[in-house]
């Protein structure tokens, strides 16, 4: 005897019930199958062919559903008799197995294992599943999505709505939303109008923020006979030891063929729960016996933000309903949020963007060709962000857009250095957009290039880079700007002068704050060593016999005019300042002198140093060569540090002195003693070469005589 829906014995032919004889039809063909497996016509039996070899047996509403409908009897039926097996397949292949243990005693046998717990638990399981979420022991999963090309984080919950607080049913504040799954079952003596009230009261106290419920409709009390089964299964095949302990009472034969029938069971109770899950859920219409009448639930989606509305479209199923409701309240949360065709997680491409975006200002007409590549790219994110317009051929600055909108605010509220946290506030007021940081850190960037702003951090120039977020507490500053020539002239001399370039030459607020730090850290490393400099110079000029007017001494106090000058300065000060400069000698001449200060002032402040040649000087008519290399070093002291690097020359000559003033060793025996010693100090071409002529002629007479001693040739300057 067969119980589907009701009392069926196979063979009843003379059953009066229509559906009666529907189904015996069905279950004699399956049974044929089952006896002659090999019969081509019935090897591998389908749904559809088993409503085929029954043709007019099924009788539906609309024609060419007669499939539809006997796999979902099928599927019944498997639900209840583990002998009846379905396939996953869309048109699935249906098998009557005649061999087989009675299982309702097993069943008995474990009915321990069935409660309320353990229902909640095996259909939380069966709903993230479906849901196409990885199944967790918690009630709760992070459920990150991508919506409109940005990153949205949110939490899943499956839990009993009416034991929930309302701090349970509120969403984070640090999540975009929330999605509330009910099930579709209670305790006794509840339903789903108990929800219903729960979240009601929720809302009329001040709702719990972006958080949707999705209430189900109550399984009936047969349906709920089969998840309380299906639960016993699961437990009983939760592993070997558990199965063993439930089928230990069989013989050893029928243990192994008992599990294959558990399975079955199992798998078709789980798929039969499934298929009325989109029934109580309001994806599917309600097959009868499947939902309790008089616990149905006509609004399925509750919205718990007072004044809110979702309109979802229908999913057709659990596995896609993620996909409709979250982007729903996704788009109920931020109906202004831009439509990006990218995400703006590229650094290399936000760059890009801030670049056109300054060309577009820079711009006489503010408007910028661009390809049809170009104008999708700026379509897909500065246009959407409210700050340009684009036509078929050209990008133009929004006059009436949202960067217009963020200075009004700004001079209604008579700031003059708004914090980029005041501007962050006014660029989404009412939280109507929801942009992410990335997003709202390209818009500061192009506010503060439009209006000629610049970002400041406790009085330094803060200097914004793509992936990192700017600080609440840094500062739009607008410093006034210096006019176009001189900002060129500024710039090449600083370069020449400092050795500094900034790497973008264009003029607004934003270069001159990082010009005006360039120049305070520059004068910070060298204006100290640029001013001593002058003095010592001065003493060692003395010390030589150099004119007070040398270049050398001419491009030092010419640096040091120039630090002093720009100390203090602001950016359009220092740009003024620079502009307006004349170096003594050259601007690389004094970028050179700036350059060495330092290292030069450690060679001319050595004492030393500067006392090998003192006694040099007292003792240079004696010996031999020290003219020449006193020469030397006032030629050095003369000559731009361009020209001749003083550190490494005067140190080199030091150490030359300290040798002529050693006092020669007495020669050893056999090696002889100083025959001739000639000075060839400031002598000419003529007389010199006489000089060597003779020198050369006694070598070869004496050819026994050894050389020592150095010549050097000097030019002089004009």
Not at 93 to 99: A, D, G, H, K, T
């Amino acid at each position: 005897r067969f119980r589907p829906e009701h009392p069926v014995k196979l063979g009843c032919a003379n059953c009066p019930e229509t559906q009666c004889r529907s189904d015996n039809r069905l279950l004699k063909t399956l049974l044929i199958a089952a006896l002659v497996p090999e019969v081509k016509a019935l090897k591998d039996l389908t749904a559809s062919r088993l409503v085929a070899l029954n043709h007019g047996s099924i009788r539906v509403p609309i024609a060419g559903t007669e499939s539809q409908q006997a796999v979902q009897k099928l599927k019944r039926w498997a639900s209840e008799l583990s002998q009846i097996q379905v396939g996953p397949q869309n048109d699935p292949i249906v098998r009557l197995q005649l061999e087989g243990v009675d299982l309702s005693d097993i069943l008995k046998r474990a009915s321990e294992l069935d409660s309320l717990p353990a229902r909640q638990s095996v259909l939380r399981t069966l709903l993230f599943q479906s849901l196409g979420i990885d199944p967790v022991h918690d009630m709760s999963k992070e459920h990150p999505i991508e919506w409109r090309s940005t990153k949205r984080r949110g939490h899943v919950v499956f839990t009993n709505v009416r034991r929930c607080s309302v701090d349970q049913l509120r969403c984070a504040e640090e999540h975009d939303f929330r999605f509330i799954v009910d099930y579709p079952f209670d305790e006794p003596g509840f339903g789903p109008h108990h929800d219903e009230q729960l979240l009601d009261d929720v809302n009329e106290k001040g709702g719990a923020g972006w958080t949707l419920v999705w209430l189900p409709s109550f399984f009936s009390s047969a349906t709920n006979n089969v998840l309380g089964e299906l639960t016993i299964l699961d437990r009983i095949l939760e592993s070997p030891l558990s199965t063993q302990r439930y089928t230990s009472h069989l013989a050893v034969d029928q243990q192994a063929r008992v599990r294959t029938d558990l399975e079955n069971l199992r798998n078709a109770k789980r798929s039969r729960i499934e298929q009325v899950l989109n029934q109580a859920y309001g994806l599917a219409k309600a097959q009868e016996g499947d939902l309790d009448p008089g616990m149905n639930v006509e609004r399925h989606l509750v919205l718990l933000k007072p004044g809110g509305s979702v309109k979802p479209g229908q999913a057709s199923a659990l596995s896609n309903a993620l996909d409709v409701y979250l982007p729903a309240l996704l788009e109920a949360r931020y109906p202004r949020h831009p439509h990006f065709t990218k995400a703006l997680n590229s650094k290399k491409r936000v760059e890009e963007l801030l670049a056109t975006f300054g060309q577009l200002v820079d711009s006489d007409d503010k408007q910028l060709p661009g390809d049809r590549a170009q104008l999708e790219e700026w379509r897909g994110t500065l246009e959407q962000l409210g700050i340009v317009r684009i036509t078929e051929r050209a990008l133009f600055l929004s006059e009436a857009g949202l960067l217009h909108a963020l200075e009004n605010r700004r001079r209604q509220q008579e700031l003059d250095k708004p914090s980029v946290r005041q501007v962050r506030s006014w660029i989404d007021e009412h939280g109507r957009m929801g942009l992410e940081g990335p997003a709202e850190d390209l818009i500061l960037r192009c506010y503060a290039r439009l209006f000629a702003r610049t970002f400041v951090a406790y009085d330094r120039a803060y200097e914004p880079k793509a992936g990192v977020t700017i600080p609440d507490d840094v500062m739009l500053e607008q410093p006034p700007l210096p006019l176009q020539d001189e900002w060129q002239k500024a710039l090449a001399l600083a370069a020449a002068t400092l050795g500094k370039t900034l790497p973008g030459k264009a003029l607004h607020a934003d270069n001159l704050k990082r010009f005006e730090q360039l120049i305070k850290d520059e004068l910070q490393t060298k204006a100290a060593a640029a001013a001593r400099l002058p003095a010592l110079l001065n003493e060692w000029a003395s010390d030589h016999g150099v004119d007070a007017h040398a270049d050398r001494l001419r491009s030092a106090l010419s640096a040091d005019a120039l630090c002093a000058q720009l100390a203090g300065k602001t950016g359009k000060q220092a740009v003024e300042t620079l502009a307006s400069f004349s170096a003594e000698t050259s601007a690389k001449a004094l970028g050179q002198s700036l350059a060495t200060a330092s290292a030069n002032l450690q060679v001319l402040g050595d004492t030393l140093v500067r006392g090998a040649f003192q006694q040099l000087r007292a003792r240079a008519a004696e010996l031999a060569g020290a003219d020449e290399l006193l020469a030397r070093v006032q030629s050095t002291l003369r000559q731009d540090e361009l020209v001749v690097a003083l550190g490494e020359r005067v140190r080199n000559a030091a150490v030359e002195a300290q040798n002529l003033l050693r006092p020669a060793p007495p020669p050893a025996r056999g090696q002889g003693h100083r025959v001739r010693s000639e000075a060839l100090q400031g002598l000419d071409a003529k007389v010199a070469v006489s000089k060597l002529r003779d020198l050369a002629a006694q070598l070869e007479r004496e050819p026994t005589l050894r050389v020592q001693g150095t010549v050097e040739l000097w030019q002089e300057e004009p």
